[in-house]
């Protein structure tokens, strides 16, 4: 009834053209009222015309939210790497070459020192997996990462050509610690791979003593 046109009270249809100008002016004219009241149902009833997936779409979690938190974790995990290479370019290492014996020497100490910590987590993770605080997988990877560690050590510091026989027999001493060393850790991470876990302390025990070894290069010639 108040659609298109205005009614008086008693549903008479209302000209706006014949409607005194005195009748429009007077808020509390009847036919004003009226078709007040016709205005206020109007907007009431294109208010209570809601379309339901724009509440969900308004209440969901927005995208941008969702799209930042990827992105913090994206940049947290950057940091981390840079800050991992950037502590393994701190620790020296012994790369270049050695015009006397007594940089010859500081380089193989550091080598030693180096490979004691390739040593000591092998050890370390042998004992914790045969305590059975460990898991295979985390155990294995653990270990091939030390020996890779190791080996990269040695053909590091083998590169280094000696400067004289003094330093020859340096070498040498230092090269069979290595191999001894790399050669247990190997034992150590095949029985890892077959899932010998009980018994990896027993098989890594000889890796105490390639520390010790190590230990005494290192303070003899540091």
């Not at 298109?4 to 706006?16: C, E, K, Q």
């Not at 009431?44 to 724009?54: G, I, M, N, Q, T």
């Not at 009980?198 to 190590?214: E, F, G, H, M, Y």
């Amino acid at each position: 009834m108040c659609e298109g046109r205005s009614y008086s009270p008693n549903g008479i249809p209302v000209s706006h053209s014949i409607v005194p100008t005195r009748v429009k002016d007077d808020p509390n004219a009847p036919g004003v009222a009226f078709g007040r009241t016709c205005a206020r149902r109007k907007r009431a009833l294109a208010v209570s015309r809601v379309d339901p997936s724009s509440i969900d779409d308004a209440t969901g979690p927005p995208l941008s939210t969702a799209r930042g938190t990827r992105a913090g974790v994206a940049i947290i995990v950057l940091v981390l790497v840079l800050l991992g290479v950037l502590a393994w370019r701190m620790v020296p290492h012994p790369i270049g070459p050695a015009r006397t014996y007594e940089k010859y020497e500081g380089k193989a100490a550091t080598t030693a020192k180096s490979a004691q910590s390739e040593v000591q987590t092998t050890l370390l993770v042998a004992r914790t997996a045969s305590a059975d605080n460990a898991f295979g997988p985390y155990t294995a990877v653990v270990i091939s990462d030390a020996e890779e560690g190791l080996s990269g050590l040695q053909g590091t510091f083998d590169s280094i050509q000696p400067p004289d026989e003094r330093a020859d027999k340096l070498g040498q001493e230092l090269d069979s610690l290595l191999s001894d060393a790399l050669e247990h850790v190997r034992e150590v991470r095949v029985a890892a791979r077959r899932g010998e876990l009980p018994r990896l302390a027993d098989v890594a025990q000889p890796l105490a003593d390639d520390a010790d070894k190590l230990q005494a290069f290192e303070e003899r010639h540091k």
